[in-house]
């Protein structure tokens, strides 16, 4: 069965640390990996997808294959990145998307 | 925002009752959602259509239904709310993969 793992409920960095949100996947194809956020109040936003290979907001994610991973990293974290982060998968042709648990994240001034 | 909206934006029934959601969209896309969003638990999908009269199961079906009369509207029915059912609904609506989300329903069910 295809599952997403977030194994942090909660992460705090101070101002100007790297960030790095853990994605792990369980899905024996290919996958279509995503990182959502929701901002406080508001609703929620695509901000990556792997395919992309874009930096989004600082943010970058890479698909790594052989770890079954999708990491959301920045190096260098603003408070304005306080929010909850959703790592999700779907599969193609499916259009059915699972998503993780979610990560708080907390940056502190 | 994309354009999607839900209605209503909350509600408080009590249990045993039906409760209908709306999503509406003005974007034409051809996928619809409706996802749970609980803590500890994430976003859940509950439903998904595919375009006009096709619909399917996700992870949580058990208790709601969907109906999908029109592209623009994605209906979700909750057959006879329970406490369980307290939540907060996501409504999405998806194209290329990607999905936008509308302001989401907060549900209690007393």
């Known amino acids: 069965a295809q599952r997403v793992t977030q194994p942090e409920k909660l992460l705090s960095v101070f101002k100007g640390a790297p960030v790095e949100l853990k994605c792990n996947y369980s899905?024996?194809?290919?996958?279509?990996l995503f990182w959502y956020v929701q901002y406080s109040r508001q609703r929620l936003q695509l901000l990556l997808r792997h395919i992309s290979r874009e930096s989004i907001k600082g943010f970058t994610a890479d698909l790594n294959k052989g770890e079954t991973s999708f990491h959301l990293k920045k190096p260098f974290a603003q408070e304005e990145d306080s929010a909850m982060y959703y790592c999700a998968l779907t599969t193609s042709g499916t259009y059915k998307y699972i998503f993780g648990t979610g990560t708080r994240l907390k940056v502190l001034a | 925002d994309a354009g999607i909206t839900q209605s209503p934006r909350h509600k408080v029934t009590e249990t045993g009752t039906p409760v209908t959601l709306r999503c509406h969209q003005t974007?034409?896309?051809?996928?619809m959602y409706w996802y749970r969003q609980d803590p500890g638990h994430g976003l859940r999908l509950i439903h998904y259509s595919y375009g006009v009269k096709d619909t399917d199961k996700g992870e949580v079906s058990d208790g709601y239904s969907v109906s999908r009369s029109k592209t623009e509207d994605f209906l979700l029915t909750l057959e006879s709310a329970t406490s369980s059912q307290t939540s907060v609904y996501f409504c999405?609506?998806?194209?290329?993969?990607?999905?936008?989300f509308g302001p989401g329903t907060r549900l209690t069910v007393t």
């Open positions: 974007e034409n896309h051809r996928y």
């Open positions: 899905y024996s194809g290919s996958p279509e």
């Open positions: 999405a609506i998806g194209q290329n993969y990607e999905q936008y």
